[in-house]
T-cell receptor, first 111, second 117 residues
């Protein structure tokens, strides 16, 4: 049962442009949402999070938007840089219990 | 801190053999998670422990899989007997979920790549 879904397996953008990665979830009880970034041969690393009581959280070039009514969140990267090329995982948890991940989206930022 | 330590980094074995993956969480972290990454399903939660106690093992695919956490600094994931479809990257992650408020941020190890021939 995939409670967290990332329907786009890959995304390619030009350096300097905006990257938008999308994520949908099915469990309305989730209270925290997180994005992780993963480089090859490494474990995922935490990028940014958002509480379910907010609709936006910004950290430098990274902004996460949450639309609870649509059960949808997105990660915006502006401007995109070649070093941002990685696999991005969306994750969600309820009451700080288990953490459910999506299948990931591979982002390629072209110079 | 050296982070979450997993071993082995790579394992190649033959079908039917026993496989044991090991994890050392970050000192002071009281929750530990095992995930499996595959192309089709991304990161699947297999099992997680709080204070060395298994809380949810509903993600463990079959009885061939078992996990233990005998103390706060060590956990194992065992597959016996292994099958080719078990080939994947297995990640261990830890967090100090009881010590912080807000989002439950996991720290991952580098993973163990398992190939079953």
């Amino acid at each position: 049962d995939q409670q967290v879904k990332q329907n786009s397996p890959s995304l390619s953008v030009q350096e300097g442009r905006i990257s938008i990665l999308n994520c949908d979830y099915t469990n309305s009880m989730f209270d925290y949402f997180l994005w992780y970034k993963k480089y090859p041969a490494e474990g995922p690393t935490f990028l940014i999070s958002i509480s379910s009581i907010k609709d936006k959280n910004e950290d430098g070039r990274f902004t996460v938007f949450l639309n609870k009514s649509a059960k949808h969140l997105s990660l915006h990267i502006v401007p995109s840089q070649p070093g941002d090329s990685a696999v991005y995982f969306c994750a969600a948890s309820y009451n700080n219990n288990d953490m459910r991940f999506g299948a990931g989206t591979r982002l390629t930022v072209k110079p | 801190d050296a982070g979450v330590i997993q071993s082995p980094r790579h394992e190649v074995t033959e079908m039917g053999q026993e496989v044991t993956l090991r994890c050392k969480p970050i000192s002071g972290h009281n929750s530990l998670f095992w995930y499996r990454q595959t192309m089709m399903r991304g990161l699947e939660l297999l099992i997680y422990f709080n204070n060395n106690v298994p809380i949810d093992d509903s993600g463990m695919p079959e009885d061939r899989f078992s996990a233990k956490m005998p103390n706060a600094s060590f956990s194992t994931l065992k597959i016996q007997p292994s099958e080719p479809r078990d080939s994947a990257v297995y990640f261990c992650a830890s967090t100090d979920r009881f010590l912080v408020s807000g989002a439950n941020v996991l720290t991952f190890g580098a993973g163990s790549r398992l190939t079953v021939l």
